[in-house]
């Protein structure tokens, strides 16, 4: 996701002299792509965030499943050894 915050903060930049200089809309076009580049940076810092927590949990749970997986063959095997 750093590469697409990347490119949407730095990738979409316009000067706003770009929207030309006589133009009687020009300032308002600035605006609205400005505030459209900071509506898409926010979304993205928060998609990422949420991808950073998904993974984070799920790792977590896969742990937990690996080492109760292990606890639980340490017992079977306790168990068989106790009965031969």
Sequence with gaps: MS????????GTMIAREDFGVNFSHAEELYNAHDNVQRFLNDTIAGLDTLINEFGDKTQMVTDNY????????AVMTKYEQGLE
Excluded: F, P
């Excluded at 590469?3 to 730095?10: D, G, H």
């Design 66 to 73: 690996k080492a109760l997986e292990a606890d639980n063959k």
């Design 3 to 10: 590469q697409t915050s990347e490119k949407s903060r730095y």
